[in-house]
T-cell receptor
Framework: LAKTTQPISMDSYEGQEVNITCSHN???????ITWYQQFPSQGPRFIIQGYKTKVTNEVASLFIPADRKSSTLSLPRVSLSDTAVYYC??????????FGTGTRLQVFP | NAGVTQTPKFRVLKTGQSMTLLCAQD?????MYWYRQDPGMGLRLIHY???????AKGEVPDGYNVSRLKKQNFLLGLESAAPSQTSVYFCASSRGQRNQPQHFGDGTRLSIL
C-alpha cells in the first residue's frame, strides 16, 4: 500500500535547526522525493528535491539514506516566516504521486 | 509572469448543482494536475493530464470530470455537486510528471450546501 507518513506538528524557536522526516517504504526505484511548503490561503511551493544521499540549496537540505525508505528535510536557523505546513511528495509505482499528510511547523520567537 | 491561475477563488453551491473550475498556466508546461485538500488528509490527486487532449484518473476521481482542450488550460467539472466535495481545490503544472517540481495555483475554496 502506497503511503507517506509525516509527524503532524513540530514546534521550534527562532535560530534553531528543524528536521522533518517523511517515511515512504514503497518508493519506486526511479522516483525522487520532493518537499513543498504551504502558507495559509496559498498553494504549496517547491522547496527541494532529491534522489539519494544529500542535496542542499539556499533554503534547505534534504537527507536520503541508502535504502530510500525515508527522507529528512532540514531547515537551518528557522525564523518566524518559516511557520508553515511542509509536505513530502513521493512517487509509487508507475502512476502514483502521493503527498504526505503534512507537518505543521510553528516557530516561536 | 502569472504562473498558475485558478478561477474562481471562492464558490458556494447547492447540492446537485454543477460547475467548472478553470486552471490556466503560462509556463508552457505539458503536465497539469487537479488536487483536493481536506483537513488532516494532505493533497489528493483527482485527475491529471500529460498533454493537450489527454486526461487520466488520479487517486480520487469519482464525481469529477476534466478536459484539456488547450495546452494552457485544465478544467475540472462537477456535474452534480455533493457535500462531500466541499474542499479546497488546487491546480498544478509541471514540465514532467514524476520528477519535475510542480507549480501550484492559490486554490479554489468550494462549499457545497
Amino acid at each position: 500500500l502506497a503511503k507517506t507518513t509525516q509527524p503532524i506538528s513540530m514546534d521550534s524557536y527562532e535560530g534553531q535547526e528543524v528536521n522533518i522526516t517523511c517515511s515512504h517504504n514503497n518508493i519506486a526505484t526511479n522516483d525522487y522525493i520532493t518537499w513543498y511548503q504551504q502558507f495559509p490561503s496559498q498553494g504549496p511551493r517547491f522547496i527541494i528535491q532529491g534522489y539519494k544521499t544529500k542535496v542542499t540549496n539556499e533554503v534547505a537540505s534534504l537527507f536520503i539514506p541508502a535504502d530510500r525508505k525515508s527522507s529528512t528535510l532540514s531547515l537551518p536557523r528557522v525564523s518566524l516566516s518559516d511557520t508553515a505546513v511542509y509536505y513530502c511528495l513521493v512517487g509509487f509505482g508507475t502512476d502514483k504521486l502521493i503527498f504526505g499528510t503534512g507537518t505543521r511547523l510553528q516557530v516561536f520567537p | 509572469n502569472a504562473g498558475v491561475t485558478q478561477t474562481p477563488k471562492f464558490r458556494v453551491l447547492k447540492t446537485g448543482q454543477s460547475m467548472t473550475l478553470l486552471c490556466a498556466q503560462d509556463m508552457n508546461h505539458e503536465y497539469m494536475y487537479w488536487y483536493r485538500q481536506d483537513p488532516g488528509m494532505g493533497l489528493r490527486l483527482i485527475h491529471y493530464s500529460v498533454g493537450e487532449g489527454t486526461t487520466a484518473k488520479g487517486e480520487v476521481p469519482d464525481g469529477y470530470n476534466v478536459s484539456r482542450l488547450k495546452k494552457q488550460n485544465f478544467l475540472l467539472g462537477l456535474e452534480s455537486a455533493a457535500p462531500s466535495q466541499t474542499s479546497v481545490y488546487f491546480c498544478a503544472s509541471s514540465r514532467g510528471q514524476r520528477n519535475q517540481p510542480q507549480h501550484f495555483g492559490d486554490g479554489t475554496r468550494l462549499s457545497i450546501l
